[in-house]
């Protein structure tokens, strides 16, 4: 999109969005503009014409979606559009009809999921919660919770549906988000003639109090059969939700140590036990020129999901080696010495500062929405505004205006006791694990109603943890060095004249260098790329193999050091 037509109005307490680069926000020069009529608040920007509608309910939403889009190749089609799109919420005709083949339809793609591990453990989790917190319910939906239990309870779901759609869809739960070439005053007025009629009820906000976990929950211990071959362990805290905090940015802070790879970290020293395999030279096979260890662990991940307002909850995710699943305990024993290891380091400002600086040089948010302008990707560039409204305003954690664009993806307050404060729920008191294996395979006595996942659940107490905890081997743990690829200059330099393509600046023998610089997107990140011509990698299916197989190693084997690149 070369001529982006930024309109011009008076500014107001939204017009100036925080951005993490500054080529973003000046090429732009987006202005929001808050509506406010009747109850309805609806949000303005310009681009190219697209409108999502978000909707603050929980119930049937598999019919009334939270967020519906309507999007237009060409400004002439947009009021049509616009017309049809706000009908939905004036007057929708939700039809007999209609309503089986939206069921029919929630079915199907819940046969889909059936079979899926992540979903599986997802609904796991949730089962084993309190039975009388909306976080314990079933998910989606399929035939027999939307027809056939509904009709033997006397209950037609359409009729259901509409009542859901009087109660909950009222302007003043609801956000509207236009994008559109044209300027701010004919989107207004667009927005006045197409949508003012959407009824108000002044429904109150859904809001679900408390933790879903009550103590019957913590301290134990899930084994699941998985779908899928391997071994995984998970595990969990429930934690106050770090929304609230979002310039603090707490579990970013922690999800980056507990998650980091590089020496001395859990994932780390992980990889680095085992035995010892040794690895023979074909000329000298009498003799092992190297040992390789076959490790504990293939990943780890960490940070927050399945949060809210009320709640939410901290997790570590751990894909195990064969030789890992056998060692569970010395895994969660050496993940809390880490946890310690923190709690004793403190919480470090120049830890802080660095995920600062890569939040800025990072596209989370801001390079999502530039190439949704630029390259015309409607639905990813409303994503990054729709995201941004939280319809639970009385809770006081709405994004305010200049942080819009941003959301969370930009820490900015080094506040070291909200951190501690997340850091100090990590606990073996407050701890729930999963563990999925089909090793368990006939080794269960339980099954999950919704998915038929079959699993077992034993207590594990805080005696246990601390026991694990006392003969886990001794590791080398300690905090990440400085990662000193992160700059700290972020100027974008001048390119002289514009370059369409690469120019070569040095050839040899053996190689070319090429170079071309960035004069489309202005961002403050160089990439490298090098290319190997190995003619002899793709001469049969086996040297296809080698290759891929010598490819995965490599890549592994410069996991610590290349950690540090990929994070910028």
């Given at each position: 999109m070369?001529?982006?037509?930024?309109?011009?109005?008076?500014?107001?307490?939204?017009?100036?969005?925080?951005?993490?680069?500054?080529?973003?926000?000046?090429?732009?020069?987006?202005?929001?503009?808050?509506?406010?009529?009747?109850?309805?608040?609806?949000?303005?920007?310009?681009?190219?014409?697209?409108?999502?509608?978000?909707?603050?309910s929980k119930d049937l939403q598999m019919f009334c979606l939270k967020e519906m889009y309507f999007g237009v190749e060409g400004v002439s089609d947009a009021r049509e559009t616009h017309a049809g799109f706000a009908q939905f919420f004036i007057s929708p005709l939700m039809s007999p009809d209609a309503t089986l083949r939206e069921i029919k339809a929630v079915h199907s793609e819940n046969q889909k999921n059936l079979l899926s591990d992540v979903w599986r453990m997802s609904q796991l989790q949730k089962h084993l919660s309190s039975r009388n917190h909306p976080y314990h319910k079933f998910g989606t939906g399929n035939w027999n919770t939307l027809e056939v239990q509904p009709k033997l309870n006397g209950l037609d779901t359409r009729l259901e549906l509409i009542k859901f759609y009087k109660k909950y869809y009222s302007a003043n739960l609801m956000h509207l988000v236009v994008y559109a070439r044209e300027g701010l005053d004919a989107i207004q007025s667009l927005v006045e003639q197409k949508f003012c009629d959407i009824q108000n009820s002044g429904q109150d906000y859904s809001y679900f109090p408390g933790q879903p976990c009550s103590s019957e929950h913590l301290q134990i211990l899930a084994k699941a059969v998985r779908i899928k071959q391997g071994h995984i362990l998970r595990v969990v805290w429930p934690i106050a939700p770090s929304i609230r905090n979002y310039k603090e940015g707490p579990c970013r802070y922690l999800s980056h140590l507990i998650g980091h790879?590089?020496?001395?970290?859990?994932?780390?020293?992980?990889?680095?036990?085992?035995?010892?395999?040794?690895?023979?030279?074909?000329?000298d096979l009498l003799q092992p020129v190297l040992s390789v260890g076959i490790g504990w662990a293939l990943s780890l991940e960490a940070g927050e999901g399945d949060w809210s307002l009320e709640f939410s909850f901290f997790s570590v995710s751990i894909e195990l080696t064969d030789k890992g699943h056998e060692h569970i305990e010395d895994i969660v024993g050496i993940l809390f010495r880490y946890i310690d290891l923190l709690q004793n380091s403190g919480v470090n400002k120049w830890i802080f500062d660095e995920r600062v600086l890569f939040a800025q040089v990072s596209e989370v948010t801001s390079t999502l929405c530039f190439l949704a302008f630029k390259k015309g990707e409607v639905l990813v560039g409303l994503h990054c505004f729709t995201g941004t409204f939280n319809p639970n305003q009385k809770d006081g954690v709405n994004f305010p205006p200049e942080d819009w664009l941003v959301r969370w993806s930009l820490p900015s307050n080094f506040v070291p006791s909200t951190i501690q404060t997340i850091l100090d729920e990590l606990t073996p008191e407050n701890i729930r694990m999963f563990w999925e294996s089909k090793n368990f395979e006939g080794c269960t006595d339980s099954v999950e109603p919704w998915y038929g996942t079959s699993y077992s659940v034993e207590k594990v107490t805080v005696s246990i943890i601390k026991q694990w905890i006392a003969k886990a081997p001794e590791v080398d743990l300690h905090l990440p060095k400085q990662n000193v690829f992160i700059p700290s200059d972020l100027t974008i330099k001048n390119a002289q004249e514009k370059v369409k393509y690469p120019i070569l600046l040095r050839t040899s023998s053996f190689s070319r260098l090429w170079y071309k610089p960035d004069t489309m997107f202005s961002m403050p990140k160089a990439y490298i790329k090098v290319e190997f011509n190995c003619p002899q990698s793709i001469v049969s299916p086996e040297a296809e193999v080698l290759t891929y197989i010598f490819t995965k190693l490599l890549i592994d084997y410069l996991n610590e050091y290349g950690k540090h690149l990929f994070d910028t």
């Open positions: 070369d001529d982006l037509q930024v309109p011009t109005a008076t500014p107001t307490a939204g017009e100036h969005l925080e951005s993490d680069t500054e080529a973003v926000r000046s090429w732009r020069q987006l202005v929001i503009f808050t509506l406010q009529r009747s109850g309805q608040r609806s949000t303005i920007a310009s681009c190219r014409s697209s409108s999502p509608a978000e909707i603050n790879e590089g020496e001395g970290s859990v994932f780390f020293v992980l990889k680095q036990l085992g035995v010892l395999i040794p690895v023979f030279d074909m000329a």
